[in-house]
């Protein structure tokens, strides 16, 4: 029976159109934001040398070198102005930029931090679960009878499977990237780069089963999507941290506290190659967490909810 519903929902998943469209968007996103980090000279654009970016970060440790260095831009905004008439020496804009000397590992761990993958894992769950309820496709689903919740497993581990192939297509991406705008190509692959690879992993499919939850509960395509496209672009953190705010106030908590470390995209976008055990062993318990309570709700509903 479990292999029958596999192959049922692996169906309906090579007849969606977003199912291919998907990866092609990622890779386009990716590789544009790794052109504008790898090859864009943000200093030069500023009419800056590194020289003088090293400068003012290092006048600007201090007070006095946070009155120097406004002091100085100050003299230098006159100076220019003053002389706007010569002739000027063409900004530049493609060089070196911030990732231009950095390795695979480091590139792709900041390409999932732009939680470019929940958000269009976001859109492919709402699409393949929404489908279901749009098309009238549950009504054909009787032959599963009492097994629905198995049924939702099925579609469960592809949803997973397809948030890995996102995954890989984003190192794949950066691979790509930085063997043709960066330095070298070097992978930098070691045990803090398979740790971060594959909690990460974990923390998407957790992303995914509450997307997953939202359209199940309501129904809808927009209602999951929606709610994908809000925690993806970093709402609820926000609003998480206007409320840890005030609670440290209330109850006199340390000002380290922040409840957006407990949800599952603050946590996408904090994790880095070099976060500690204790980071790492807070994002596992997240992603179990969230991924758990999503798929109780959703199989509550789906076996207690009449077909059609």
Not at 100 to 114: I, K, R
Not at 191 to 217: E, P, Q, R
């Amino acid at each position: 029976m479990f292999t029958k519903a596999l192959k049922s929902e692996l169906y309906r998943i090579r007849c969606l159109k977003s199912t291919f469209i998907l990866p092609l968007v990622l890779v386009g996103l990716i590789f544009l934001t790794n052109f504008m980090y790898t090859r864009i000279d943000f200093e030069g654009l500023l009419g800056m040398s590194k020289e003088d970016v090293q400068s003012v970060q290092e006048q600007g440790t201090s007070a006095e070198g946070y009155m120097d260095s406004f002091r100085a831009g100050f003299e230098a905004g006159l100076q220019t102005a003053s002389d706007i008439e010569e002739e000027q020496e063409p900004v530049k804009i493609l060089g070196e930029g911030p990732l231009y000397h950095e390795d695979v590992a480091t590139v792709f761990s900041l390409d999932v931090g732009s939680l470019y993958g929940p958000l269009l894992l976001a859109i492919f769950v709402g699409i393949f679960i929404g489908d279901v309820y749009s098309t009238g496709h549950d009504k054909n689903l009787i032959i599963f009878g009492g097994k629905r919740g198995l049924l939702f497993a099925a579609r469960t581990i592809l949803i997973s499977l397809y948030a890995l192939a996102l995954h890989i297509v984003m190192w794949i991406t950066a691979i790509v990237s930085t063997a043709l705008m960066g330095e070298s190509a070097v992978l930098g692959i070691d045990k803090s780069f398979v740790i971060f690879f594959v909690v990460t992993w974990l923390l998407t499919v957790a992303f995914g089963g509450l997307v997953s939850a939202m359209t199940n509960v309501t129904r809808s395509k927009a209602a999951g999507i929606t709610l994908g496209i809000i925690l993806s672009l970093g709402a609820l953190s926000t609003i998480m941290s206007i409320a840890s705010l005030v609670i440290q106030k209330k109850m006199g908590l340390e000002p380290t506290f922040n409840l957006g470390n407990y949800t599952v995209t603050q946590n996408i976008a904090s994790m880095t190659l070099y976060s500690d055990g204790h980071f790492v062993l807070r994002a596992l318990i997240c992603a179990v967490i969230y991924f758990s309570v999503s798929y109780l709700i959703s199989v509550l509903f789906i076996k207690k909810r009449d077909i059609g």
